[in-house]
């Protein structure tokens, strides 16, 4: 299975993004899907995650600018970004937590990245 991340950028402060995620193909059952985030010199940290019954979670410093979805159909998650700050610079990865077969464990599947640039 493959996560293919797009819709990074370059934007000014103020100015939104959207990112998607689409899995190369479904999956058995999905335990969470969600977006991660890496800036030079930090840990990667959890940005926003959604639960396979819809709840949410959002880190504290997007929490009220960013919104996490999915279209389940499409085996994709979507990442809305408004107000963005210059602090929001990272790359952005995708993440998905899934049983692919009714047999196998769960697994952590992640995408390749995509550049979020904010300027000041």
């Known amino acids: 299975v493959q996560l293919q991340a797009s819709g990074g950028g370059l934007v000014q402060a103020g100015g939104s993004l959207r990112l998607s995620c689409v899995a190369s193909?479904?999956?058995?059952?999905?335990?969470?899907m969600g977006w991660y985030r890496q800036a030079p010199g930090k840990q990667r940290e959890l940005v926003a995650a959604?639960?396979?019954?819809?709840?949410?979670t959002y880190a504290d410093s997007v929490e009220g600018r960013f919104t996490i979805s999915r279209d389940s159909a499409k085996n994709t998650v979507y990442l809305q970004m408004n107000s963005l700050k210059p602090e929001d610079t990272a790359v952005y990865y995708c993440?998905?937590?899934?049983?692919?077969?009714?047999?196998?464990?769960?697994?952590?599947?992640w995408g390749q990245g995509t550049q979020v640039t904010v300027s000041s």
């Open positions: 993440n998905v937590r899934a049983k692919p077969t009714a047999l196998s464990p769960l697994y952590d599947y």
């Open positions: 193909r479904s999956f058995f059952s999905i335990n969470a």
């Open positions: 959604i639960r396979s019954g819809g709840s949410t």
